[in-house]
């Protein structure tokens, strides 16, 4: 089956930096995305990765092994408005329709 | 330029109730999802739409119907309400193989 595991409460000071990890089994894997999640509102897509190596996108940066199917999105500069939940999904070489498959996500305190 | 709009925000259902909730995008996806979010689980897609005219279950459908009225309109019916359907209920839509666009969320309890 697929399972993604990520630690459920990570919590850092302002001005820290945070790495969240994420590891997957599936089959099929094609890449990994992150998504950040305000308030139980919307998601919205943060970054992918779909080789391994480090992609980065401001202040925000993200990390694929695949032969460790492990993946992290490191934060940096930590702001008051980072408090959110970060959730990683995987996508797959054959995923009918476009599906993602969500970790349960991890919610992230950022304390002055 | 909305991106995906849902409706209702809120609703109260009693058990056994009907109710459908609506989902469109203006975006011209092709594929368009729904998800449920419970508390500390993560988005559990409980049907999708590949394309227009077709649909298919994910991993959480019992209880629940789809129509794919159109590219732009995508719906979710509960037949006969449960409590354990009570959830928050996102409607997505797919830019990329790896990027979708989520709506605000419809906030269901069922008493």
């Known amino acids: 089956g697929q399972s993604l595991e990520q630690p459920s409460e990570v919590t850092a000071v302002e001005g820290a930096i945070v790495q969240i990890n994420c590891t997957y089994q599936?089959?099929?894997?094609?890449?990994l995305s992150w998504y950040q999640q305000h308030d139980g509102g919307a998601p919205t897509f943060l970054s992918y990765n779909a080789l391994d190596g480090l992609e980065e996108t401001g202040r925000f940066s993200s990390f694929l092994s695949r032969s460790d199917s492990y993946g992290y999105l490191l934060l940096q500069e930590l702001q008051m408005k980072d408090s959110a939940s970060y959730f990683c999904a995987v996508a797959r070489v054959y995923n009918q329709g476009g599906k993602l498959i969500f970790g349960q996500g991890t919610e992230l305190s950022v304390k002055p | 330029n909305a991106g995906v709009t849902q409706t209702p925000k809120f609703q109260v259902l009693k058990t056994g109730q009907s109710m459908t909730l609506q989902c469109a995008q203006d975006m011209n996806h092709n594929s368009m999802y729904w998800y449920r979010q419970d508390p500390g689980m993560g988005l559990r897609l409980i049907y999708y739409?590949?394309?227009?005219?077709?649909?298919d279950k994910g991993e959480v459908p019992n209880g629940y119907n789809v129509s794919r009225l159109n590219k732009r309109e995508f719906s979710l019916r509960l037949e006969s309400a449960a409590p354990s359907q009570t959830s928050v209920y996102f409607c997505?839509?797919?830019?990329?193989?790896?990027?979708?666009?989520f709506g605000p969320g419809t906030r269901l309890t069922v008493t």
């Open positions: 739409s590949a394309s227009e005219g077709t649909t």
């Open positions: 599936t089959s099929g894997f094609y890449g």
């Open positions: 997505a839509s797919r830019q990329t193989d790896y990027e979708q666009y």
